[in-house]
């Protein structure tokens, strides 16, 4: 083999090495900068509960035990209604997130807001987030029985009616297997404890890794 092509074959050598190693430290990069946006009101927010104990927090956890190397961004807002998600929305996404789980609603319900508002605010939301480039998990809510059969019907269809429509994953009930128990809530009986944030976690945790994957 003469000089020169022994020269070619080192630099051709020496840039395919380069290559796989950019994408390898590009790869690395990615899985580093995942990030989910915990985007609701108080059930987000972790209310009551001690630094480490909320949702985002145990979330975090969880994902990070199963290997996945991702930073949840708790961005919930004690009492916020959809309105006020929908008003702070662009200030979240600062944070530039991959996934976001969008729970909003249940203020609304508890103040009788009409069903048609949290919709349209829900919808302009999910509408937002995708055009941002951001997977959208939408985490259901029901109404309280108290408020009547009608707007209960109404309210409880919003989620299911915009998954379908924005073809994005949805978790039916955030508090599913948690809601009524009071051995699982605070004693205002609507938050839940530590132990019942672990519960939120075990059931919606599938529901992410099918997302992220």
């Known amino acids: 083999m003469n000089q020169g092509l022994r020269c070619k074959l080192q630099l051709l050598g020496g840039c395919v090495l380069f290559l796989l190693v950019v994408n390898l430290i590009g790869s690395q990069a990615w899985a580093k900068e995942l990030k989910i946006l915990a985007f609701g009101d108080s059930l987000t927010a972790g209310y009551r509960l001690p630094q480490g104990d909320g949702f985002p927090e145990q979330l975090e956890s ?58 349209q605010n829900l919808d302009q939301m999910i509408t937002l987030f995708k ?25 409880n269809s919003i ?8 073809a994005v994953a ?15 809530n605070l004693d ?9 944030v672990a519960i939120i976690v075990d059931r919606i945790l599938p529901y992410v890794l099918k997302v992220i994957n």
């Open 62 to 119: 969880r994902l990070r035990a199963e290997g996945h190397d991702i930073k949840v961004i708790n961005a919930g807002v004690s009492g916020d209604t959809t309105q006020g998600g929908l008003a702070r929305l662009n200030w979240a996404l600062a944070d530039q997130p991959d996934v976001v789980i969008l729970e909003l609603g249940a203020n609304d319900a508890l103040r009788g807001i009409d069903p048609a508002i949290t919709k």
């Open 131 to 155: 055009e941002k480039g951001v997977t959208v998990l939408l985490a259901g809510m029901l109404a309280p029985p108290n408020l009547g059969a009608e707007y209960g019907e109404q309210f």
């Open 159 to 166: 989620y299911q009616t915009l998954a379908k429509k924005h």
């Open 170 to 184: 949805l978790y039916p009930f955030f508090l599913d297997g948690v809601a009524g128990n009071p051995d699982l």
């Open 188 to 196: 205002d009986g609507i938050h839940p404890t530590k132990e019942g």
